[in-house]
């Protein structure tokens, strides 16, 4: 039978839950304590640095997923029986809504969360990485394999309550990615998708853009920091012309070249979903400043753009870019540093900006 406060008035509550000790077991308090000064106790003798708005402003859900997340990193399956990592993960479900896994030594099977956790969580992160390695570093020990794709992938078929995935920085090429795609194409719950910080290529992002289609409910797509060139950024081009999902994309720090800038600005000018747009630091050329003027022009969906560090643009390139800025109305957010352009246009451009917030301060907007 569980233990129970029973009619006990809530002063007197108060007090006897201030004086339990910090090491009860989780099966023990975790119904029976909803009280934040006890969890906040709780969190503060295991943690330092804690970021209670991370965990949805609730001690006690940052305690769960905190826990959780250190049981799932230090598991071993030599030492430990998963039974009571499962019992762990189906106990804990009901609070836990965002998983971080900063590390996964073990590669274990990522479905075994899903099945004991049911509904949730909503939110996952998952870095194949590994800490303290000191002198037996080993770069095999890092990083998703082909497996750990293809295990996620059969997960990702069927799941319908994550919204968030981040398999950023784990090494992923465009085998793993493919497989991971053929999992993501039944999917219809993650509308954010993070695959930053890895070494996907054209053919991924061939995969990825199949993901895009009519059906497609991913509104955060990013790719930044990879190795796609222009042959990839066509491959986007082709379903941003009709995709109407996508509000956010990242692919700075890409290879995408002239062309491949150029594909993409076109293909956006017909777009009326997309908002935020980052093709800083890919090499884009005159030919894509001029495509991407065009865009702003014609485009009034897009609020946020970043262009930066392309010095390819030139002087000139830049100076029709600014006019273009100026006339377009909907832009909060336009970034052209690094890009070859003078001070003035430079100026300009945070002016016009500027001007047009303060407007939209004094409309209410």
Known sequence: QQPSFGQLPDKLRSKIISMLPLDLPLELVGDLISDEDYWKRRCNARWKNLEVSAHGMAFKQLYFERNLQDSIELYDPTLSAESDL?????????????????????????????????????????????????????????????????????????????????????????????????????????????????????????????????????????????????????????????????????????????????????????NTSLEKLSLAANSAGKAAATALGGLVRLNNTITELDVSCNPGFGSDSCEQLRRAVEQNASLVHADIRQCGAELDDEFAVAEAIRQRLEKRVREGR
């Open 86 to 270: 499962r019992r762990l993960m189906t106990y804990s479900r009901r609070f836990v809504q965002t998983l971080i896994l900063n590390q996964l030594p073990s590669h274990m099977d990522l479905s075994i969360i899903f099945e004991c956790m049911v509904n949730s969580p909503s939110s996952l992160t998952v870095h194949y990485n590994l800490h303290n390695v000191g002198m037996e570093y080993d770069r095999s020990l890092f990083g998703m394999k082909l497996a750990d794709c293809r295990n996620l992938a059969k997960v990702l078929e069927t799941n319908e309550t994550l919204t968030y995935l981040d398999l950023s920085n784990n090494m992923l090429d465009d085998d793993k990615v493919r497989m991971l795609a053929s999992g993501l194409v039944e999917n219809l719950s993650i509308t954010h998708l993070n695959l930053a910080h890895n070494k996907v290529a054209d053919r991924g992002v061939r995969a990825l853009a199949k993901l895009l289609d009519t059906r497609s409910v991913i509104a955060i797509l990013e790719l930044q920091d990879n190795l796609i060139h222009t042959e990839g950024a066509r491959s986007l081009a082709r379903v941003l012309k009709t995709n109407q999902a996508l509000i956010s994309l990242n692919i700075r720090l890409n290879r995408l070249g002239d062309d491949g800038c150029k594909s993409i600005c076109e293909a956006l000018r017909t």
